[in-house]
C-alpha cells in the first residue's frame, strides 16, 4: 500500500511552565526565582525550581524542604489560566493558517508556506513567532516544526525553554530516532513498551517494524503513529483532544495478594495521582470505574455514574473506596489495581442552595479558599517536623480501619 509522503509544515507550540510563568506575569518580581504551583502536590514550576530536583507530582511539604527560603508557592488560579491561554490561541489563530488546541498550554498549527509568503527562511519565521508571542502577551514559549504531528510532539523533549527546533531532512531525522527511546512517542504507555521490549527499543526500532505486526501486537493507532512517524499524515484532530478518561494502574505482580487493606492501599495512591490530574484540567467528573486485575489475567470492570457531576476529593474517594468494597472477593488473587475518570465537563462554579445546612456546607461543598487554607495549615505542619506526617483525614480514614467500620461509621 502507498501512502502520500506529507508536504505540510506544522509547528507545536508549547508554554514553558505555563502555570508558573502567568504567575510571574501576574507579579514580575518574582523572575528568575524559585516558583512552584500546586494544591497538595506539585503540578507546575519554574525552571529555577526544576534545577534543584522539583518535579510534578512532588508533594507541597517536601518541595518546602528541598527548596528551603527563596522559594514561592501558589495555588492554582485555573481561571486566570484560562484567561492568558485563550490570548495565546487567539494570538495563533490569527498568525497561522489552522491552529488545534492540544491543551491549555500548547497548540498544533499549521504554517505551510507563510515563511516564503514573507520572504524569510522557516527559522527566521518561527523565531519571529516565538518573540512576537512573548512581546505581546509576555509568556515565553518553544515551538517545534515537523512535517507531522507527531514527530513535532517529539521533538518537544528537545530545546526547552524559549527554545526552537526544525526538522530540515531525513538524515537528520534518522540520527535523531536512533537516540531518542520508544517511550517519548505520545500514546505509548509503559505496559505497551514492556510488551516490545525486546523487538524496538528506540523511535528508530518502532519505524522498523511492519504493520501487521504493530497491528497484531497491540491495536489500529500504533500504525497511525507508524505513519506519522513515515512522514504521512494520519493523525486527526479528534484523535488529539483531550481524553475521554484519566486512569492510573499500579501493578504488584510479585505480591500478588488477596488482602484488602493492601488493594486499597493502592488504589488510594491511584486515587491521589488521578485526582490531581483533573485538578490540573479544572475537571468535573460524573463516572468512576474501578478495575482489578487477577492472578490469570482477568480483569473485573465496577462502574458507578454519579447523579451529578463533581470535583470533591472526599465524595470521589468515599465512592471509589465503597466500590472496592461492594466488589471484593476474597476467595480471588489480585495483581493490579486501576482506577478511572471519565465523562468530563469544565469546572462550573455553584452558588450554595439556601437550603444546604451548615454541617453540610463545611463537610461537602466548601469552597476552594476553606480548602486551600486546610491545605496550606496543612503544609506548614509538614514543613516544620520535616515528614509527612498530617494528611487529610479522608485519605488516611480507609487506611487506618477496617472495612466494615468504614462502611457503616
Not at 483531550?242 to 495512591?269: A, C, G, H, V
Request: hydrophobic content about 40%.
Amino acid at each position: 500500500m502507498l501512502f502520500k509522503t506529507s508536504k505540510e509544515i506544522f509547528i507545536h507550540v508549547d508554554c514553558d511552565c505555563f502555570f508558573a510563568s502567568c504567575e510571574i506575569l501576574r507579579n514580575p518580581s518574582l523572575k528568575g526565582k524559585k516558583v512552584c504551583v500546586g494544591w497538595e502536590i506539585i503540578i507546575a514550576w519554574s525552571y529555577e525550581a526544576k534545577a534543584l530536583w522539583i518535579k510534578t507530582w512532588t508533594p507541597i511539604w517536601e518541595a518546602k524542604r528541598i527548596l528551603w527560603k527563596g522559594a514561592y508557592y501558589f495555588i492554582p488560579d485555573h481561571n486566570y489560566y484560562t484567561e492568558i491561554s485563550d490570548k495565546i490561541m487567539d494570538y495563533l489563530k490569527e498568525n497561522t493558517l489552522k491552529i488545534e488546541p492540544y491543551s491549555i498550554d500548547e497548540a498544533f498549527c499549521l504554517v505551510t508556506g507563510l515563511a516564503e509568503m514573507n520572504k524569510i527562511s522557516l527559522w527566521k519565521y518561527i523565531r519571529n513567532l516565538q518573540k512576537d508571542i512573548f512581546k505581546n502577551i509576555w509568556i515565553p514559549v518553544s515551538i517545534w516544526v515537523a512535517n507531522t504531528r507527531i514527530k513535532a510532539k517529539i521533538y518537544s523533549k528537545l530545546n526547552k525553554p524559549y527554545g526552537i527546533y526544525i526538522w530540515y531532512n531525513k538524515k537528520q531525522e534518522k540520527e535523531l530516532f536512533q537516540e531518542l527511546a520508544i517511550k517519548y512517542i505520545p500514546y505509548i504507555w509503559k505496559a505497551h513498551q514492556e510488551r516490545f521490549k525486546y523487538s524496538c527499543k528506540t523511535i528508530y526500532d518502532y519505524i522498523s517494524l511492519g504493520f501487521r505486526y504493530i497491528q497484531k501486537e497491540i491495536w489500529k493507532t500504533w500504525t497511525d503513529l507508524r505513519l506519522e512517524l513515515s512522514w504521512v499524515n494520519a493523525f486527526k484532530l479528534e484523535k488529539l483532544k483531550e481524553p475521554k478518561s484519566i486512569w492510573r494502574s499500579r501493578s504488584f505482580n510479585k505480591k500478588m495478594t488477596s488482602d484488602l487493606n493492601y488493594l486499597k492501599k493502592q488504589l488510594i495512591n491511584n486515587f491521589e495521582r488521578v485526582f490531581e490530574d483533573i485538578t490540573k484540567r479544572n475537571y468535573e467528573v460524573k463516572k468512576i470505574t474501578v478495575m482489578l486485575r487477577t492472578k490469570n489475567f482477568t480483569v473485573l470492570n465496577y462502574d458507578l455514574t454519579l447523579n451529578q457531576y463533581t470535583n470533591i476529593h472526599d465524595e470521589l474517594l468515599k465512592m471509589t473506596i465503597d466500590l472496592l468494597y461492594k466488589n471484593y472477593n476474597d476467595s480471588l488473587v489480585y495483581r493490579s489495581t486501576w482506577i478511572v475518570f471519565s465523562k468530563f465537563r469544565s469546572y462550573l462554579p455553584r452558588q450554595m442552595n439556601i437550603f444546604d445546612t451548615q454541617e453540610k456546607y463545611i463537610n461537602k461543598s466548601r469552597t476552594k479558599d476553606d480548602k486551600y487554607k486546610l491545605t496550606q495549615a496543612i503544609n506548614d505542619l509538614n514543613t516544620k517536623y520535616w515528614k509527612h506526617k498530617v494528611t487529610f483525614w479522608s485519605s488516611m480514614q480507609w487506611v487506618w480501619f477496617d472495612a466494615k467500620h468504614s462502611i457503616t461509621k
